[in-house]
């Protein structure tokens, strides 16, 4: 299985500020993606972040609040821009083993917007 | 929309039992995989089932797949209770995105 690793482990932000979230992999992977987490509710799909192209966002998600990085095989970044409480979540990424459907996730971002 | 529905969506046993979780779909799928969520953490991949395969073992879980039901269950057995967490099911359909379920909370009374 893929390692892999996010900065930070939890946050406590002020609303209206924003937060980036750093995924790092272990191995190089095509795609990489985001998701969401609400409290007590189960996960949705933020977008699909590719290697030298604009990253997918899914329905409801848009670039100018989430925006995304992938600078290379095996790192990205998701910024949640002027954060309300809403937006308190576990942010996690996630890779597809290569060769393999198995999708790996990293252990999350716990953040809490006050 | 979520794509997978788990059942029940709580359970609660005792350490030495049996649990099954079960989870439905909507649509056709190309696979179906299982993952464990301890206390709000990362998602621990458990396993993989395909559209073509009825039923996976890994250690102390079974999976099994009807997609003419457009179900699966997980059964794990002899739990502990390190097993207490949430379940999730997750779906993925000919692209690479995964659809979750909305989870089952396992709690194992030692």
């Known amino acids: 299985s893929a390692v892999i690793s996010q900065k930070p482990s939890r946050d406590i932000c002020q609303r209206g500020t924003s937060l980036t979230i750093q995924c790092q992999v272990d191995?190089?992977?095509?795609?990489m993606f985001w998701y969401r987490q609400q409290p007590g509710q189960s996960l949705t799909l933020i977008a699909t972040a590719n290697q030298g192209s604009e990253a997918t966002y899914e329905s409801g998600f848009v670039i100018d609040k989430f925006p995304i990085s992938r600078p290379n095989l095996t790192f990205s970044t998701l910024t949640v821009s002027n954060m309300s409480p809403e937006d308190s979540s576990i942010y996690l990424c996630s890779v597809d083993r290569t060769g393999s459907e198995e999708q790996f996730f990293g252990p999350g971002t716990r953040l809490t917007v006050l | 929309s979520q794509q997978g529905e788990e059942d029940p969506q709580a359970l609660s046993i005792q350490e030495g039992e049996n649990a099954t979780m079960n989870c439905s779909y909507k649509?056709?799928?190309?696979?179906l995989q299982w993952y464990r969520q301890n206390s709000g953490r990362g998602l621990v991949h458990l396993i993989l089932?395909?559209?073509?395969?009825r039923e996976k073992h890994s250690g102390r879980l079974r999976v099994t797949l009807d997609t003419s039901k457009k179900s699966s269950s997980l059964l794990i057995t002899a739990s502990r209770a390190a097993d207490t967490a949430s379940y999730f099911c997750?779906?993925?359909?000919?692209?690479?995105?995964?659809?979750f379920g909305k989870g089952t909370k396992l709690s194992v009374i030692p």
């Open positions: 997750a779906t993925r359909a000919g692209s690479y995105q995964l659809t």
């Open positions: 089932i395909r559209s073509n395969e």
């Open positions: 191995s190089q992977v095509t795609m």
């Open positions: 649509t056709s799928i190309n696979n």
